[in-house]
Structures are given as C-alpha cells and as structure tokens.
C-alpha cells in the first residue's frame, strides 16, 4: 500500500462513479415522476454501449469521432419514448409489481435483439479521440479519457441542476415529483411529461454506456450488472433526488476503490480479503442506510403504502368443485409414471422443476399477496435452504427425511435474522432491502470456499438409493410440495393469516385492535423462508448439488414473475403461474435461440392482456359465466 497507489484508486473510483451517476440519475428521474421501478433500465446502458460501437464505427470517419458517440444516447432516448408511449402509459395505474413484470418482459426482448444485431462476442471501441493518452500522478500514469469521465458527473449534475431550477419543464419535473396528480389537476399534460422524463432517464443511461466504450468493451451482461448498483444509488441518496443520486455513486465507488487498495489485510491475526467486498460493498451501504434512514441520505420521507395500485382483493377458500379438479390433478400426477412408463421420463423430471418452483412460488405468495411484502430477494432462502441440505448430507450424512426437515432450518435462521430488519419498512424500500440482504447472502457464499464451494458449489448431493429407484424421487417431490403448499393456504385462514391480511390493509387499524403488527408480519417472514428453503433442499436433491446462481437476483425475479403470471390475489396463482413459467421457459429454450425475447413478449402480453394473472382471468370468467346462469335460471 502506497499513497501514490491510494490516489489511483481514488481517482479511478471517481471516473466510476460518473458512470454509475449518469445512469442511476436517469433511473432517480423517472421513478420520481412516474413511480415505475424501470428494471429495463440497465438494458439502455447496454444499448447505449452497443449502439455507440456501430455508430463509431460508421460514422467517424465522416462527422468524427464525438458526434458519432454522441448520437448514441440521442437514439437511445427516441426508443425510450416509443417504450412509455406503447408500453408503459398502459400500465402506470397498475400495481407496483405488474411494472415491475413489465419492465423485466423488456429486459429479456432488448438482451436478444442486442444478441441478434450485434452477437455474443465483446465489442472492443476504439480510443477516444484527443484523449488516447496518459499524465503522470505521482509517478503513476493515469488515462486522460478516465480524467474526461471525472470531470462528466459534475458536469451533468451542474446541467441537470439547471434544468430543473430555471426552466418551466424542470418545475413541473419538480412538482410531479412532490405530488403528481396535483400537477395533473391543474391542467398539465401528464402523459408528454412523462414521455419526457423517461426519454431524458433513458438518454441519460445511453450516455453513461456510450461513454464507457473507450473504457471497456460492450457486452451482453453489461444490463444486468449495471441495474443492481443504480438501485442502490438511487435508494441510498433519496428516491428522486439528483444530489443524492450524485454523492451515493461518490460513496459507493470509492468504498470500492479502497477495499481494492487495502487487498488482503491481517487484523487481530485474522487473513481479510478486502477486495472480495467489492462483490457486496453497495449492498452493505444500502442495508445500512436502509435500516438508518430508510428514505435515503438526501430523501425525504414518503407514505408509502405497502400495495400500490387498486386495494387487495380478498382471498376467498376453494369450493367444492374446485377441491375436486385439485384433487383430480393430483390423482392424475401420481399415477402419471405408472401410465407412462419409461417414455415419461423426461415429463417426470419437468413436473418434478414444476413442484419445487409451485413450492417457492407459493412460499413468496405467502406474504406477497396476503401480507403484502414486496420482496426481492426471496431465492437467498431457496439458496440457504439447498445448501443446508447439502451441508448435512455432506458432512454428517444424515438421511434424507431428516435432511428435508432441518436443512430448511438455515433459511427459516435467515429470514429470522432478515426479517427483522425487513418488516419495519414497507414499499420500495423494503423490496430493496430485502434485494440488498439476497445479495450479501449470495456474495457469502459465493466467496466461502471452504464451506460452500465458492463459485463451483457443492455436488454430489443425490436421493439415497431407495429414493432413486424409478419414480419414487418424483412421488417424494409431489408429497412434500403439495402438502407445504397445502399448509400455506391453511395458515392464509388461520387467525395468523387473518391479522397478516388486516396489517397489509391497514396497519394502524390492525394496531389499533390489538394485533402487534410487526410481530405478524416478522412470524410471516419466517414461515415463508423455511417453506422456500425447504424448495431448495429438494432442488439440491433433484440436482445433485447446489450453486450460487441459486440465490441470485435472477432466481428472485423468477419466482416473482411466477406469482404475477398465475395471479397474485388468487390462492392457485402462484401454482398455476410456475407450471406455466417453467414449461415455457423449458419448451421456448429447446426451440428457439432467441428463447428470452419470445418468453419477453409472451409475458408482456399476458400483462398487458391479463393484468390479473392467468389463474385471476380464469376465475373471472368463471364468475361471469355463472352469474349468467345464474340470470337464465331467473324465471
């Protein structure tokens, strides 16, 4: 460790978290005004990078260098504007989560239209015109494009700055964000200024990817990488507030910047890797500051209600001829293999993926729907609870029931930890906690070797040799899936689930009337860990071992989108929503390579068409259907 190699670090740390503000500046702004959490918006980073590489390479020779790069994030704010006025205007008055779907359906449309304009490879810019060289800081040599990018943030912040305060579009900015259907009373278009906002949001992202071409090459991972650290900034300095955007990417890329200068420190004997933080450093910062000040440094605080969008619906218990089709499913699913026989071996081993999936689906539901959580994060309890599995049979080689009942022990450890810093928020910014918690747990044990396995996992976590025989594995999966998913629907209408759904609809009334809210909500939390962790004890099983991916963020989004495919105000949503997730994610990737964009726009449709997921469309054409019968048989 040298000062000379701290000032470098600093120095890179400040040309990173230019980038990281221009691109979560955008994502501030329009979530400020239109409330939408734009998840696409990490995808017109990409586009911005990608975009930038053809014109540069096109047009440069004709208009240079700067204008070419610069026609990038012009372009990229033209299809962000399309993208509010076809997709987004229709579902602003949608829940919170449906916008959520909506916006995730885009990421998978964009990352496959990128993959078949440009393809797979990294696309390596050329140097930056005028600025190809490097300067001398003590003694080191720093790039001169990297001291550009330093002096960009400041300088978007300045011109943002100005836009806002001496213009008449930035004082209606300013009021939408303080109260936009006052802005709408008094005779403001809000639909244009909308479209404005998010075509500036997304011309601010295409400028942070156009920029960082010279810097590194474009790539098809860059949305996904890019949208995790702009949630943070954004919740960290304030949701909608550009200074605070501005000194959270400062903060969160120097923390990164010094843990990379520390390295590997020995302190009271103990070997710290300081530079493996760089993987969790802003999730630390955003829990922190979360559970600190939970509308951010520079925010200011807001009534969130938990359920955005229309109010519950109530849930309502099966009737007999519903109990009869369940019961009839699951007759048919058990005696599926003897029908079969060996030619139903591979739809075993799908209706087993479907079984775990229904399981987590229905343990998010859980207090999703009813309890009206909104988490992000809800894979690091199937993760927790697949490598507590592994870890028993692994190092004490207990028996598998036995493993199936304590393994999902560590999840059920992790949502009491978890949860209890979870509950006291609500809104946003309890689904960005809950994101920040998945994500520290995912760099544990990603980075624990010694115990995990780190980036490869644990293997060689199979049934025993009873439980392997034909399909008796498939049996144990169906009877332990479909009676977790029974006892969840039995606790929706006990008195637990009773005082759950009356502190999601109103938790001063419930406070009022006696139920400790917090205690409700925080019982809840746990019950929906250990039923998810008991998900991915099976997954450990049916796999053979576990990995980190199984408690990435893209788990969580899965299993979120299962529950708003199949209905999140239907107690059959979540089972009916992974069924048709996993089969048609199985059945679009083994036919097509481009199997995200295609399982993009089936799910922009079914949001688009079927707001109340597919199990609530089909109740209510059930409901419609009788009440006609109902008006026949009228004399």
């Not at 954004?234 to 200074?243: A, C, F, K, Y």
């Not at 998913?485 to 759904?501: C, D, E, Q, T």
Request: with cysteine; net charge neutral; hydrophobic share 60%.
């Amino acid at each position: 460790m040298s000062a000379s190699g701290l000032l470098a670090q600093l120095l890179n740390g400040l040309a990173s978290a230019s980038s990281l503000f221009l691109v979560s500046v955008g994502l501030s702004l329009i979530f400020g005004v239109t409330r939408t959490i734009n998840f696409a918006h990490g995808s017109f980073y990409m586009l911005g990078a990608f975009m930038a590489y053809s014109s540069v390479e096109v047009l440069s020779p004709y208009i240079g260098f700067w204008p070419a790069l610069l026609l990038a994030p012009l372009a990229c704010a033209v299809l962000g504007a399309i993208t509010e006025i076809l997709l987004l205007r229709r579902i602003y008055k949608a829940p919170e989560l449906f916008q959520l779907l909506a916006t995730f359906a885009l990421v998978l449309v964009i990352k496959d239209a990128v993959l078949w304009l440009w393809g797979p490879e990294e696309l390596f810019g050329p140097r930056a015109a005028g600025f190809e060289g490097s300067v001398a800081i003590l003694g080191r040599e720093f790039p001169t494009y990297d001291l550009l990018l330093i002096a960009a943030g400041p300088m978007v912040l300045l011109g943002l700055t100005l836009l806002l305060t001496k213009t008449r579009f930035g004082t209606l900015v300013r009021a939408a964000t303080q109260d936009r259907e006052m802005v709408g009373a008094l005779g403001v278009n809000q639909a244009w200024l909308f479209t404005a906002v998010f075509a500036l949001g997304t011309l601010l992202a295409g400028l942070g990817g156009a920029l960082q071409l010279p810097r590194e090459p474009a790539s098809l991972e860059m949305d996904m990488l890019t949208i995790g650290a702009a949630f943070v900034v954004v919740v960290v300095g304030g949701m909608g507030s550009i200074p605070g955007a501005f000194v959270a990417a400062l903060l969160v890329a120097e923390l990164k910047a010094v843990c990379i200068w520390l390295g590997v420190q020995q302190i009271a004997g103990v070997e710290i890797s300081f530079s493996k933080l760089t993987l969790v450093v802003e999730f630390l910062v955003m829990a922190v500051v979360l559970v600190w000040r939970p509308w951010g440094l520079l925010g200011k605080p807001q009534a969130l209600a938990r359920s955005g969008g229309e109010p519950e619906l109530p849930l309502r218990s099966a009737g007999r001829g519903a109990r009869a089709a369940w019961l009839g499913l699951l007759l048919a699913l058990v005696l599926l293999p003897l029908v079969a026989g060996e030619a139903g071996g591979y739809s075993t081993v799908l209706l087993t993926d479907i079984f775990i999936a229904a399981l987590l689906a229905a343990s998010l539901h859980f207090i999703l729907g009813p309890g009206g959580m909104h988490s992000f994060g809800h894979a690091a309890y199937f993760g927790l609870g697949a490598y507590g599995a592994a870890l028993l049979v692994r190092t004490l080689d207990l028996p598998l029931p036995a493993v199936l009942l304590l393994g999902p022990l560590v999840a059920a450890a992790g949502g009491l930890l978890y949860g209890w810093f979870c509950v006291r928020l609500s809104g946003v910014y309890l689904t960005m906690l809950t994101l920040a918690f998945a994500q520290i747990s995912w760099a544990i044990v990603f980075q624990w070797d010694a115990l995990t396995g780190g980036s490869n996992g644990l293997t060689g976590v199979w049934p025993p040799e009873w439980a392997s025989h034909g399909a008796v594995f498939y049996w144990l999966a169906l009877a332990v899936c479909a009676l977790g998913i029974y006892l969840l629907r039995r606790l929706l209408f006990s008195p637990l689930g009773y005082a759950l759904r009356a502190s999601r609809d109103s938790a001063l009334r419930a406070d009022a009337i006696g139920i400790a809210v917090r205690r409700v909500q925080w019982t809840a939390f746990v019950i929906a860990a250990w039923f998810a962790g008991l998900a991915g004890a099976l997954f450990a099983f049916s796999k053979g071992g576990v990995a980190p991916d199984a408690m990435s963020v893209t788990k969580s989004v899965d299993a979120l989108v299962m529950v708003l495919l199949g209905g999140v105000q239907t107690l059959a949503g979540p089972v009916v929503g992974a069924a048709a997730f996993t089969w048609l994610h199985d059945t679009v990737a083994r036919n097509t390579e481009y199997w995200r964009a295609l399982m993009g726009a089936i799910m922009l449709a079914l949001v688009l068409l079927f707001p109340q997921g597919i199990s609530g469309f089909a109740q209510m054409l059930w409901a419609r259907v009788a009440m006609k019968k109902a008006q026949g048989a009228q004399p």
